[in-house]
């Protein structure tokens, strides 16, 4: 069978010999086996080989991103930026921070971090990644705006992928909040394989928050690995939408004493949306928490995944992790999958999780109906309402409202 | 206002009402009181338009037929239900829901649209009258209400929304003797030449408060005896056994 793909190190301009020689052994691992499908645990739920053969006919890496381009801010809050053009930075601004405790480059592959597992398209990246940034922050230095990553994709990009990685590390006390903008409607097809790396550092706090502005027809990948000293919070919040396809793979290692980690998920998905989260909590040492709360409203054809594991190593005694799933389902075409995995090593401790999955509740929608509230309206408002406890967890006010209003809600 | 004639009604094809006839005019106070299964909230929730009833006969309002209405244009119409247990909506705000409803029912009336300023001075009104605390309209719709708690909330929704027909169904069950004299005074003030109350009951309990013009027993489906406040008080001293 032809493959559906044709990918070359040698496409990627400026990679020294060393370099070349890692990457094509990494290209050489991903031929292997190719794009994951349900045999890889990771993947049990999605045959991606299948989807991508189905709706590519040659996927290349040779995309030349244009240089320029204009691109809208958001008015409703103050905030620094980054605009990210096709994987690659291309202006920032730190307006309201003080600009020397923040350092912004270009992603420096000669140092870079990869990961090689089950998931190969993480092969894949290590393989053709280019551009992408690194984000520094200072010891001490609280953020005092939150900061909007652009990631614009151009109209003109079609059957193509797109790899870079992004490395952001926190010093000790540091905070920041971020959201990762995702801005194209694009109506062709093209693949994004990104990976981000988080360091926290003793005492810092990361909120990360995922929205895209339009539908478009992509398929996004994203591997995150983060890694948490003593007495850190990260705080992940997955409230993409109108997205095709897009897997979030989230690997986050609780390494220090007091970490703490929360995912969470408000997802309203329609038409053929295939939307996954796969997070691996990984409680590496005492008195760490972890907290994740995933819900996803499915309409039409769509489909939602949840591979959520805890995992506690042996000396991870006073664990306390929390895992949940709750979809509500809107049409007998749509579908939800669940698959909790709990590995744990040590005897002190709490771990909990649970799945639920259901349609709505006709009598609360007759309740409503009932007070004069037209019948379209009252399923908005129970769908809302399902997905509220999330939404009630955004923080900043400014951005907590924009992104409401952004989610239609 | 109301005019229901020879109306039959079945649910997964058991018959539960069998040729109920009523008239209801402006003004006027209807109870009806009857023993359990013996088809009372079946004809609040045929009233209010609730799927899964087979339905025959026929139900008019103001001249209207009733059968061609979804619920929600009964209730932009100016039918009311005060459900024997209304439902909790996690995530939905009570002042929410209350502003969402009146602004429904408001705009299919044509009447302008009211903004959150004008919207909470008619609830403050309403809901001190019926001494709800304030603090409960921002919590999520009737989770975590007391039974009270519920059945003051449907009668706050009644006051707000103003109906023309209200059917109280139950609203005494699950009240002390305070919260039941603060539902039946709200009752009594909004009661008026306009507007009229179908109150489904198990007791005289509610009628001391609210006094009905007619009383209806129902039994097996079917109006078995009408008759004014008095019936109650004789209902209450030999049961239903002589009427069934």
């Not at chain 1, 810092?204 to 996004?220: A, D, E, G, Q």
């Not at chain 1, 997070?279 to 959520?308: A, E, F, P, T």
């Not at chain 2, 009752?187 to 509610?206: C, D, G, M, P």
Request: net charge neutral; proline share 2%.
């Amino acid at each position: 069978m032809k493959n559906f793909y044709d990918f070359k190190v040698d496409n990627i301009i400026g990679l020294s010999s060393k370099e070349k020689e890692f990457r094509n052994k990494e290209l050489d691992l991903f031929d292997k086996n190719g794009f994951p499908n349900k045999r890889e645990e990771a993947w049990k739920f999605t045959d991606l080989n299948t989807i991508l053969s189905k709706n590519f006919t040659n996927i290349t890496n040779d995309y030349i991103s244009l240089k320029e381009k204009k691109f809208e801010l958001i008015k409703e809050f103050d905030h620094n930026y980054l605009f990210v053009l096709d994987g690659k930075l291309v202006s920032n601004e730190f307006k309201f921070e003080d600009k020397n405790k923040v350092s912004i480059k270009e992603y420096d592959y000669e140092k870079q971090t990869f990961v090689r597992n089950q998931n190969s398209l993480n092969l894949l990246n290590n393989a053709l990644a280019s551009g992408g940034y690194s984000l520094e922050i200072s010891k001490n230095y609280k953020f005092r705006k939150p900061l909007v990553v652009y990631n614009h994709f151009s109209e003109s990009i079609k059957e193509q992928i797109i790899s870079y990685k992004n490395s952001l590390i926190l010093n000790e006390n540091s905070e920041i909040k971020i959201l990762n903008y995702t801005d194209t409607n694009s109506k062709n097809n093209f693949f994004v394989n990104s990976f981000d790396c988080f360091k926290l550092k003793k005492d810092s706090s990361l909120k990360n928050i995922f929205i895209n502005k339009n539908r478009c027809n992509c398929y996004f990948h994203n591997y995150q690995k983060s890694d948490l000293e003593h007495n850190t919070t990260l705080d992940n919040y997955i409230l993409s939408t109108g997205l095709k396809f897009n897997k979030m793979d989230i690997e986050i290692n609780l390494n220090e004493e007091h970490a703490k980690s929360s995912v969470f998920s408000a997802l309203s998905l329609s038409s053929d949306e295939h939307q996954e989260i796969k997070s691996s909590l990984n409680h590496n040492s005492k008195n760490c928490q972890s907290y994740q709360k995933i819900k996803n409203v499915l309409n039409d054809q769509s489909r939602g995944v949840y591979q959520g594991k805890i995992f506690v190593k042996q000396e991870a005694q006073k664990t306390d992790a929390y895992q949940l799933s709750k979809a509500l389902l809107l049409n007998d075409n749509a579908e939800f999958d669940a698959k909790p995995e709990l590995e744990i090593y040590a005897d002190d401790v709490k771990c909990s999780h649970g799945s639920t999955s259901g349609s709505i509740d006709l009598d609360s929608i007759h309740y409503l109906k009932s007070r004069g509230i037209p019948e379209k309206k009252a399923y908005q408002m129970l769908i809302n309402g399902f997905l509220s406890e999330i939404l009630e967890k955004l923080p900043e006010d400014n951005l907590k409202k924009f992104l409401i209003e952004k989610l239609g809600r | 206002m109301l005019n229901i004639k020879n109306l039959e009604a079945k649910v997964d094809n058991k018959h539960i009402l069998n040729g109920l006839n009523l008239d209801i005019k402006p003004g006027e106070v209807h109870a009806i009181m009857g023993p359990n299964g013996s088809g009372k909230s079946t004809l609040a929730n045929v009233l209010s338009g609730k799927n899964g009833y087979e339905t025959k006969g026929e139900i008019k309002y103001n001249g209207e037929n009733l059968s061609e209405l979804s619920t929600e244009e009964r209730a932009q119409k100016g039918i009311f239900l005060a459900f024997q247990y209304p439902l909790e909506i996690p995530g939905v705000n009570t002042n929410v829901f209350l502003r969402t409803s009146l602004n429904s029912v408001r705009k299919a009336r044509g009447e302008k649209e009211l903004d959150t300023l004008n919207f909470l001075k008619i609830v403050k009104e309403k809901s001190s009258e019926l001494g709800i605390d304030e603090k409960f309209l921002s919590r999520q719709l009737n989770v975590g209400f007391s039974g009270g708690e519920k059945k003051k909330n449907e009668i706050l929704q009644m006051k707000i929304l103003q109906p023309k027909l209200s059917i109280l169904d139950e609203t005494d069950s699950g009240l002390d003797i305070d919260a039941l004299r603060i539902v039946a005074d709200g009752v009594n003030s909004y009661k008026n030449k306009e507007n009229a109350f179908l109150i489904i009951t198990h007791y005289q309990r509610l009628l001391d408060y609210i006094k009905p013009d007619f009383i209806h027993v129902l039994s097996k489906g079917k109006i078995v005896k009408t008759g004014n406040a008095d019936l109650g008080v004789e209902l209450e001293k030999t049961g239903y056994a002589n009427f069934i």
